[in-house]
Every structure is written in C-alpha cells, then in structure tokens.
C-alpha cells in the first residue's frame, strides 16, 4: 500500500512542480500580441503561397492589421470576398480589385515554332534560359520546361506534352503570381480575368523585327500595327515590334482579333461570330457556346 | 549532318563512372571474405548468400515495381550488396524464412520506405542484421561448429571469439588464427585478412577513401590499446579487437556505405571515430558481445547533421603567404 | 618537380588530337560578321555606318566604360549593314556585316616578321596601346587585359603569371602557339612586367607539353625574371585561382581578386596579342583557332580574322562530320554547345570542338547516392551535391554561407557524378541567384 502511496505521491509532485514551472515560463515569454491579428489570419485562405507579397499567410495578417488602409493590400487567391471579410474585422473598406488570372504569352507549339536543336540540360527553364536563346529560332518564347508548373502550389499550371506549352486550369488558377515569378522568359502574365472569362490578348512576346520574328515561328506577332489601327479604344501600344493590350483600356470588341495576320491575338470564351470572317479560334468559342 | 544539334550546359565529357561500376566493385572486394566462408562453412554458405542475395532482390523488384509502380533499377547492384552483407552477418545454420524476413525488412522498410537508394538515413544490411538479432536471438547467436576447429560441421554451437572474451578469456584461440579467420562467427566476418584484402582493392579503384574503415580500426586500437596498458587483460588487448567479431566487415563494407556515411574527410573522421568508441564501449561494457552493428546504426543516424557541421577544406580559407 | 594546385582536380582524357599541327593562316572569307560584344563588359558603339570603306585595322567600334574592349575591322571592304546576328548563346545581338574586297591593311601597322624587343615606352603608355588595341583575355574569358593590368588602388602586383598550362582537352591552339611564337610571347611578357612594374614572371606550362617547357626554359635564361615552372597534368591547372596556388603555393581568398595576393595572370595568347599591339601597332584582328574532335578528318590549328564564319573554319578541317551531335566553341569542360554553327569567330573562340552524336548524350541523372566524389574533386573545396540541393529549393542564405558564389564553374562535380546528376547545372543558376541577392543588399 505505501508503495502505491510513494508513487502517486511522487509522481504528483513532480507533475505540480512541471506545471508551475511550465506556467512560470508561459508567463515571462508571453508574447502580447494583437488578437485580431489571428482573426484576419482565420479569414484568409491558408494558401501560404506568398502571392500578396508576404511570405505566408501569417505575415499578410499582421500587415493587414498594421496598416492604415488595406488599398495596398490584396489576397489574390481569397479575391474580393476575402479581403472584404478582413475588412470588416478591421473595420476598414476593401479596395475593388477585379478578379485576375494568369495568361500564357506564348502560342509558340512544335507545329508552329519549329525546334531547331535538341536541348539535353538539366530540365529547368532557368537553367536553360540562362545558357541560350532556347531550341527554337524564337529567343523570347517559352522553353516547355515547366518552372511554372513546378511553381504552381495550386496545381492549376500544367505542360501540355502535346504542344509543349503550358496551359491554365481557369477555375484553380488564384492569381498568386507564383508562376510569374518563375518564369525566366516573362511570358506568364496576371490579366483580368475578363466578365465570363471573356478576355482578349497578344500571346506572344518576341521583340525582334517582324521577318525574324515570322521566320522563327508562324504565330509571331510581327509588330505590323494592324490592330493598333483598327483598335477603338486606343488599347493596344506596339513597342519593340510587339504589340500590347492594355486591358484597363480594352472593351473586348474583338476587332484586332480579325485583323491580325499571324492570329497572334486570342480570344477568349467569346459567342461564336455571326459576321463573315472566320473566326480565329474556333475550339476557344466552342467551348462556352 | 542533318539531324540538330544537341545543346547542354557545360562539361561536354563525363568520367564515365557510374553507380553500377561502384556497387560491383564493392561486390568484387567481398570475394575474398566470401571464399573463406565457402571454405570454412562448405555449401551452407553458398547457399545462405545466394537465397538472401535473392530475397533482397526480388523484395526490392516487386515493391518497386507494385508498391511504389516504378522502373526497378535492381541491376545497379546495391540490392545485391544489401543481400551479400546481409548473409555474411547471420551464423550459417540460420534458418531460412527467419533470412527472408530480415530481408524484407533490410529493402522493404529501412530502404524502400525512405525512397530507395540514396534516400534510406540507415545502412539495410545492419539494420536487417540488428532487426533479425533481437527479434530471433537464440538463432542469431549460435554458430556452428567450423569445420576446421570441431571436425564436424553438423549443428554443433560454439562461441565466438568475443563471447569467449567476455565470459571465458582463458579459451581463447590463437591470434594467427583469428586474422586468417577460422574462428567461429557469422559468415562472412570470420576472416580480417580477406576483409582486409578487399579494402585494399576498393582503395584502389577509389571506390572509397581510407577516412573512415581507418579511423574506425585507429580508435578501436588506441581505446583498448590505453585501457590494456593500463591493465594488460586479454579483454582489452587491442590485436584481439581488431580481428574478432564484425568490426572488420562493418569497418570496411558496412560503415562506409555511401548513402548513410557523411559527405566530407572530416566528418568521416568524426563519424569513424564515434563508430570505433561506441563498439569498444558495447564491446567492453555492453550486454551484447558485439557493438560493431550497433555502432554503425547509431553513427548513421547523426550523418546528417555531422553533414550539417563539417565543411570541406576551402579554397584560400588558410591564406598562405610565402 | 612538377607543381600542382592543393585541393580536388581531376584527369579527363587530354585527347590532345591537334597537337603539333602547324598554325595554318586561313583564307579571308567573302564576308565576316564581326559582333559588336565580344568581351566581358559594355558592348561597343558602332562608328561605321552602311557603305563605309574600311582596311584592316580600321576601328569599327568604340568602347563606352572602362570594362570593355575596342572592336576593329578584320578584313577590308564596305560595311554592308549594322544589324543584330546569332551569337554563341543563340541570342540575337548587334554585329558589323562587312563585304570583303581586296585585303588592305591600315597603313600604321607593321605587318613584317622581323622580332622587336626594344621597347621604350612607359607603363602608362603601354596601357593605352593595349586599352586601344581592343585585347582581351584570349583562353576564353575575354576580360579586358587593361582593365586586368589596372591594380585597384592601393593594390600593387607583385609577380606575372602566365598561364600556359591549356587544361582544357583537345585545345592546342596555347601549345601551338607557345611552340611557333616564343620569342614574340617571351617579349609581350617584359612588356607587360613593365606595365605592372614587376619583377618576377612565371611561365606555368602544364607537363604533357614538354617541347614548350623546354623551349622556354631555354629562351627565357635571356630575359632576367622570367622562369618556368612545369605542372602535373590536372584539371582544372589553368583556373586563375588554381594555378596561382600552384606557382606561388598563395590561395586568393574567397570573393577577393588575383591581385590580393600579389598575382596578376595573363594567358599566353594574351601576351602574343599584347606583343603584336605594342611593337607592331597591330590590334586583335585575327586568333588561333583549334578545330578538333574525335571524328574530325584534319584536326587543326588555324589563324583566322575574327568575323569568320566557323563553318569557313570547320571546312578546312575536312567539313562537319556525318556523325556529329554537338559543336563546342572552346573545350569540352568550359566550353559553350552551340544551337547553330552559322556564327563567327570572336576574340574568345580557342577552338571548335565537334562531338559525334554517341558521345553527345546525357545520361539520364539518377538520385544522389552521396558518395561524395563531387565533394572530393571541387577545386575550391565546396560542396556541390549540397549546393545543388540547396539551389532547386530556392534556400539562398544557406547556398551562400555554403560559399556558392566560389564557384568556378569548372566542371569537375558533374565530370565526376556517377548518378549523373548535373550538379553545375544547379550550381550556376544558384550561383547567378545569390550574386543578385548580393548585390541587391549592397545598393
């Protein structure tokens, strides 16, 4: 029986004495922090994908809280919803941003741009980038080697094996910029997603002179001006023989579409047209018709 | 020329090494101590070599190639090193499905759980080895007979030279004997000659370096060395230590497995260092007679972080100005 | 007693196919394509324009900043336009495309065979000539030699090396060179002493060119201060950092310049370049040139204008062979696989290696199995299989306290990999990345 009671008695004691050890540390080391920093954090997505800038989701919430107005601040992934619920428990107003997505400059396929040398490196774009101008005439143009699908913490980036370009998966893309970041080409750009996902762009970033350009691939904007001209709403600029949307500006009037002689202009889940020229991509209107 | 060019970044050439060429050299360098078995333990040797060599292979295949659903690349040799140093450390009287189950767990978990070769933290064969030991110690530790020291080979349990040591100095065999291997023991650690034969010709290929299979012997040496000057008894005489039990084995094939073995000269300094004291201590002071495994598992577990602490010899680090 | 550098090194096959070949001069091609970037450093303003006449020797473009390197015209004939052209990284970059007619020489250069050793000019003069010549590092580098020849302040160069150890395999344009020149090196190295003001020249030769070290031990017992110093045949010998260690046993520490140590280096290319500038008034217009490789009909050495094409070049040889799968400028180790061979030969093109398409391939890379050997052959004593992890997982404070930016990118960690991984791959990209960060944290 006594042996019991040592035990118990032992065992209490050190348990007492652990516990008010514990306590007395939790005490000294308390760290005072703003509760609503928790909170903010509670409300945004968890993604830690370091796509408002911040490292982690953490770090975003204590800067929501520390600022003065969230105009700066922005969750691409949570979007609008998000940022107005962290508004409201900081008892501020959200700034309106529209809901973006990212957009692959590049329509550069092997049947297309064709590959003038076997790349045989470690398969990184960077890598690849750095040694070269890439297997195809085209120095600008995507490498297929993946950085972005390989950056991508939402699965919504993958190569097409197919056309070796990457291409984005609408409803899982967040808009966090990862891809952006990894690209070393800088074909990867955050676009609006555009009302229905309607949106309209120059996939292609070849800056050299429309011949060269043309010779290395057959859907090369060669910086001809045509849709500059036709363009109502004086969105589209044509700087280096490459020519630009501005999509604050553009009102997705679909007519630089029509003119562009190498279809480097897409268009995105528009209805299919009922004028007589052909349309340019027919699989892209089908798929919303 | 009408096909394209290849483009690649720098260098253009390779050595040509490559991971088989090690592996089989390693498989080369373990003849000699698998001859002596063959001479000392007749067919049973042959045979315990040949199924676990088997057992380890075919596990590997087949979770590779179902569990995991890749390539198996079992022809780069390590499955069959794994199951070489598995046979060479159970006694040759072992029965075989208590062989088969160390081997499965050697590829299944210690190797294949981790990813395979090159990701396991543990070395297969000794983690096999300690699992078989505790699990089945009554097999594990009765050896036959050799043929040599008892005339007849059937299932006749004898000692092993540190058993003797530990609990019946006086019975010690010669030292000659214990170097050329005819003492009792597991398969393949009997003979320090053979062992030392394949160091020997692994140094030369440069499969491995000297740091640690000699810095593992040079502690092992110097602890009981001071300790027998001390007080000369056999159990720490220092020759005695070097030539019995597995020390030699683990020294030279075990311990210096590339996966699980540090990265730098220094860290081999270390990690062969902490190999030799651990296996003396276990040795001297431990419950079992043999540390040598032990020592290895433990010393395996701190390759990553002595990797983490040592860095090699930089360039311009010691600025010499002569 | 041969010399070695102190830490990892390896023993490529020399394959030294070309070795002996006479140095043949070249014909003058129709048209050369002379880039307006050929060296480390700010690409140079064109100063000729479309319909331009010019001679040999006639500047065509101006260096803007101190680290960069004239560009003077090769051949004689009309400028036929300024436009962008091919480059050996595949990009398209600026480039003088001129119509070759006649070969006329500006008529200030001395173009006689006649040796000149008398040289009177000072440090400071001989510096303008180089600066003006348009020289650059000729094993390749193409760092501006005056900008090399210019201690920072404070710094005083206490010892010449020249580096004629040509680790590289398969090049032979050094050997050659040192074979057919010596006198001519032998006087560009007492011109450059005396630019830097100094008194001691070593002539590092690496031991598998014994007719060179014996050459030279002989010619140089003429010129006070200039010994020779053969070496053990390993790679990479002829890295700067390296073969100072081997001649001067003095390790330049990590981040800081040859000159911290004393050293200054100087390819034996160079000092030719240096020689014919100074005392013939002759710019770097023309270089010697290997073109080898295993199923080459003529490997060879050959003197061609810069702007040739290499096909031009590759033709002499004996024309690219049916088997071929990759085209190196430069060595096997260090050299640039080009995307396409309808490019010219600039200042930094030491030879043309052609690889059958067998010999082209990479394995495919295996997980490491930490054997160790990169860690064991890198001759700055890093970690590589380390460094390439840490790249691949962006961990860049740690890639820097891991001294990434030490790398020489010689190659020895992916000629040793038996897993075939491509550990300089990594280790570049990485070492690119924390240099940025770096220099970002300074400004």
């Known amino acids: ?289 | 020329m009408e096909q394209k060019l290849i483009v690649s970044p720098s260098p253009h050439v390779h050595s040509g090494d490559t991971i088989p060429r090690n592996m089989y050299a390693v498989l080369i360098a373990l003849i000699p101590a698998f001859l002596v078995a063959l001479y000392t333990f007749r067919l049973d040797a042959l045979l315990i070599t040949a199924l676990s060599v088997l057992f380890c292979v075919g596990f590997e295949y087949l979770i590779v190639r179902f569990v995991m659903k890749k390539e198996p690349a079992i022809l780069d040799g390590s499955a069959i090193i794994t199951g070489v140093l598995l046979a060479f450390n159970v006694p040759s009287n072992l029965p075989v499905w208590i062989l088969a189950l160390g081997a499965l767990f050697a590829i299944g978990v210690v190797k294949l759980s981790f990813g395979g070769l090159g990701n396991n933290i543990f070395n297969p064969a000794i983690a096999g080895r300690i699992f078989l030991l505790i699990s089945f110690p009554a097999q594990m530790t009765s050896w036959p007979a050799t043929a040599i020291a008892g005339e007849a080979t059937d299932a006749v349990s004898s000692a092993t030279v540190l058993g003797l040591l530990k609990h019946s100095p006086e019975a010690l065999p010669a030292l000659q004997q214990m170097f050329l291997g005819f003492e009792s023991g597991s398969l393949g650690e009997m003979s320090a000659a053979a062992l030392l034969l394949g160091l020997v010709y692994l140094l030369w290929r440069r499969v491995i370096t000297w740091h640690i299979p000699f810095t593992i012997l040079a502690t092992v040496a110097l602890f009981t060395g001071i300790l027998f000057l001390i007080d000369p008894l056999p159990q720490y005489n220092p020759l005695i230590h070097l030539f019995s039990g597995g020390l030699m084995l683990g020294a030279v094939f075990m311990a210096t497995d590339y996966v699980t073995s540090p990265l730098t000269k220094k860290g081999m300094i270390i990690y062969g260092a902490g190999i030799g004291f651990i296996t003396v201590a276990i040795r001297l002071w431990g419950a079992y007679p043999e540390g040598i495994s032990f020592a290895i598992l433990l010393m395996n577990a701190f390759t990553p972080l002595i990797n983490t602490y040592t860095t090699p010899k930089r360039f311009g680090e010691a600025v010499k100005h002569g | ?443």
Request: charged content about 20%; hydrophobic content about 40%.
């Open chain 1, 1 to 289: 029986m006594s042996v019991i009671l040592t035990a118990v008695a032992t065992l209490g004691a050190i348990g007492a004495g652990s516990a008010g050890i514990l306590y007395l540390i939790s005490q000294k080391f308390k760290v005072e922090e703003d509760p609503r920093i928790q909170e903010v954090q509670d409300a945004l997505p968890a993604a830690n994908c370091g796509g408002c800038g911040f490292p982690g989701c953490a770090a975003f919430a204590a800067a929501c809280v520390k600022a003065e107005s969230l105009e700066e601040l922005n969750c691409p992934v949570g979007g609008q919803e998000t940022m107005d619920r962290v508004a409201a428990i900081l008892g501020q107003t959200a700034s309106k941003t529209a809901k973006k997505i990212a957009v692959v400059r590049c329509s550069g396929t092997c049947e297309e741009r064709p590959r003038l040398n076997l790349y045989d490196g470690a398969t990184n774009c960077s890598i690849a980038a750095a040694l070269y101008g890439g297997d195809t005439g085209c120095s600008f143009g995507c490498l297929g080697l993946g950085d972005c699908e390989e950056s991508c913490a939402f699965d919504a980036i993958h190569i097409n094996p197919e056309t070796m370009l990457p291409e984005v998966v609408e409803d899982k893309c967040t808009a966090c910029g990862a891809c952006v970041k990894a690209c070393p080409k800088d074909i990867i750009e955050l676009r609006k997603q555009g009302p229905k996902s309607r949106r309209i762009y120059v996939s292609c970033v070849n800056k050299d002179k429309g011949a060269v350009a043309k010779k290395a691939c057959n859907v090369a904007c060669i910086g001809c001006g045509k849709c500059q001209q036709v363009c109502p709403f004086d969105a589209i600029t044509i700087e280096n023989n490459l020519a630009y949307i501005d999509d604050d500006k553009c009102r997705l009037c679909r007519k630089c579409v029509v003119v562009c002689p190498t279809h480097s202009i897409l268009e995105l889940h528009f209805p299919p047209r009922k004028e007589t020229p052909p349309p340019a991509k027919e699989e892209a209107a089908n798929a919303t018709a």
């Open chain 3, 1 to 443: 007693m041969l010399k070695s550098f102190h830490i990892g090194g390896i023993h490529p096959k020399e394959n030294k196919l070309s070795a002996g070949m006479a140095i043949q001069p070249i014909a003058v091609p129709a048209q050369v394509i002379i880039p307006l970037s050929q060296h480390i450093g700010a690409p140079c303003q064109p100063v000729v324009k479309k319909g331009d006449k010019v001679k040999v020797g006639t500047l065509i473009g101006k260096s803007v900043g101190f680290v960069s390197a004239q560009i003077y015209s090769s051949v004689s004939g009309t400028v036929l336009k300024i436009d962008k052209a091919m480059d050996a990284s595949g990009y398209k970059r600026d480039a003088v495309f001129i119509k070759v007619e006649e070969d006329e020489w500006e008529e200030h250069i001395d173009r006689s065979e006649a040796l000149v050793t008398e040289c009177n000019l000072t440090a400071k003069e001989i510096l303008d000539k180089i600066a003006a010549a348009g020289i650059v590092g000729m094993g390749g580098a193409t760092f501006p030699t005056h900008v090399k020849l210019t201690p920072p302040p404070g710094m005083k160069a206490e010892v010449l090396i020249i580096n004629g150890v040509e680790c590289e395999p398969y090049l032979t344009s050094d050997h050659q060179l040192m074979m057919e020149k010596s006198d001519e090196i032998l006087v560009g190295i007492t011109i450059v002493m005396k630019a830097l003001n100094v008194q001691k020249a070593i002539i590092g030769i690496e031991n598998n060119k014994k007719d060179a070290v014996a050459l030279f031990t002989q010619k140089a017992k003429a010129y006070p201060g200039i010994g020779v110093q053969p070496l053990k045949v390993q790679y990479p010998q002829g890295g700067e950092k390296q073969l100072i260690d081997a001649l001067t046993g003095r390790q330049v520490p990590s981040g800081a310049l040859p000159i911290s140590v004393g050293a200054v280096v100087q390819n034996v290319g160079t000092l030719f370049a240096v020689y014919e500038a100074v005392q013939k008034n002759k710019p770097l217009v023309e270089r010697v040139v290997t073109v080898t490789g295993k199923e080459v009909q003529r490997p060879c050495n050959l003197r061609a204008r810069i702007g040739t094409p290499l096909t031009t070049l590759i033709d002499a040889a004996g024309g690219v062979p049916e088997s071929t799968g990759k085209v190196i400028s430069g060595g096997p180790m260090m050299g640039k696989a080009l995307a396409s061979i309808d490019i010219p030969v600039t200042k930094g093109t030491s030879g043309i290696l052609i690889v059958p398409t067998l010999e082209a391939k990479r394995k495919a890379m295996k997980d490491c199995i930490r054997c160790g050997k990169c860690v064991q052959v890198c001759p700055m004593g890093l970690n590589p299989t380390l460094l390439m992890t840490l790249t691949e997982y962006e961990v860049w404070d740690r890639a820097e306290k891991n001294a990434i930016t030490d790398c020489i990118e010689c190659g020895s960690c992916s000629y040793t990999c038996p897993a075939d991984r491509p550990l300089l791959d990594y280790i570049r990209l990485g070492k690119g990345k924390v240099n940025g960060i770096i220099r970002a944290r300074k400004n």
